[in-house]
């Protein structure tokens, strides 16, 4: 009998490669991991000890399973995934406020184009403003189910997959019970969680500031 895993394998390393390769053209510093085990290593490799750090929110950090090792004296985390924080609630935006200005933001992203575009939907914005300007190194995490052939592609993907993101931030929106985005209307008020798709952004190129954007790209599925 075939193994059919031995050609999995096979697919997600090649995309890896071919992700690396088209990154590496946009002047992103790119290491590329067999798994998520090495990219976390590789990640913490990355982090010079006493940084500050911000976090992106990201399911992609969340399974990098990195939280426990930046929790800890060497580093000044700031922890927006810390239980104390309601995500509703000031003290958390005063959290990703802070994060703009850190040593280093870690985080993951929507969806890769195959010429090295980065395009990403926020809520917020918060992730998005950080990653284009602020922190002084950025390091994102990519699996290779991210990889998408262009730009409307990429929208199409982040229209896709926002419904669960919206489950899992208790959003007030239809696709929470459907699944389906309608390109809903739903206000924020002081008790609803209204929209969560707000702000688009594409990252073109990293030719601004050398060494800057970090990415890390894994030759397996990560994240929505
Ligand atoms: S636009 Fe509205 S319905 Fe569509 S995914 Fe975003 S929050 Fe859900």
């Known amino acids: 009998m075939r193994d059919f895993n031995e050609y999995y394998q096979w697919h997600v390393g090649k995309k890896a490669e071919f992700m690396a390769e088209i990154l590496r053209k946009k002047d992103y510093r790119v290491s590329l991991a067999r ?4 990219a976390k290593s590789m990640v913490l490799s990355m982090i010079p000890e ?23 004296d060497r580093y000044q985390l700031l922890d927006r995934y810390a239980p104390c924080y309601d995500s509703r609630e000031g003290q958390h ?24 575009e980065l395009v990403n939907m926020d809520c917020s914005g918060s992730r ?9 190194k950025v390091i994102i995490v990519v ?17 896709q997959i926002a419904p669960m993101n919206c489950r899992k931030e208790e959003h007030h929106t239809p696709c929470v019970e459907t699944g389906i985005c309608t390109d809903c209307n739903v206000k924020q008020t002081e008790t609803i969680r209204g929209r969560m798709c707000n702000i688009l952004s594409v990252i073109l190129s990293a030719h601004k500031f050398p060494g800057r954007l970090n990415v ?3 030759a397996d599925e990560m994240g929505f």
């Open 50 to 72: 006493g940084s500050s750090i911000g976090l992106g929110g990201s399911q992609t950090v969340i399974q990098l399973g990195i939280l426990d090792e930046l929790r800890n």
């Open 216 to 218: 890390v790209v894994v």
């Open 93 to 116: 935006f005063g959290i990703l406020r802070e994060s703009l200005m850190t040593d280093v933001f870690i985080t993951g992203t929507n969806a890769v184009t195959m010429k090295g």
């Open 143 to 159: 699996g290779v189910n991210k990889l998408v052939k262009d730009i409307p592609a990429a929208v199409d993907r982040l229209y």
């Open 128 to 136: 998005v403003a950080a990653m284009a300007y602020g922190p002084k």
């Open 35 to 38: 798994t998520k085990e090495e």
